[in-house]
């Protein structure tokens, strides 16, 4: 029964560390602040979309279809989606991240 109990404290105490990993890892989310980082930086180079097409109305990043918010890209899932795989690529291919909005764009 003893080490019954030894092995249930150290799970909790497990828990315990997760849990306090868990919300400092909430707080330094590296990947959220790159991308609000990038949404700044854009906003300062763009009005509308750099990848909205104001003649067709449609998106290039989704080009199956039409761009339902018109060209505001704060907050949008398609550019918000597209700046999440760009970071998933560049970590994973353990590259530098790219500091301004147009440097991302150049990057292939």
Same mark, same amino acid.
């Given at each position: 029964m003893s080490s019954n109990k030894s092995v249930k404290m150290s799970e909790e105490e497990i828990n315990k560390a997760l849990a306090k990993a868990e919300k400092?890892?909430?707080?330094?989310?590296?990947?959220?602040?790159?991308?609000?980082?990038?949404?700044?930086?854009?906003?300062?180079?763009?009005?509308?979309?750099?990848?909205? /097409?104001?003649?067709?109305?449609?998106?290039?990043l989704d080009l199956a279809n039409k761009c339902t918010r018109e060209?505001?890209? /704060?907050?949008?899932?398609?550019?918000?989606?597209?700046?999440e795989d760009k970071y998933q690529e560049l970590t994973a291919k353990k590259k530098i991240l790219p500091l301004d909005f147009l440097d991302l764009a150049q990057t292939v």
């Open positions: 400092e890892a909430e707080k330094k989310d590296h990947k959220r602040i790159w991308i609000e980082k990038m949404m700044k930086s854009a906003k300062t180079y763009y009005k509308v979309c750099p990848y909205y /097409d104001k003649k067709t109305s449609k998106c290039f060209g505001r890209y /704060d907050n949008c899932p398609v550019f918000m989606k597209f700046l």
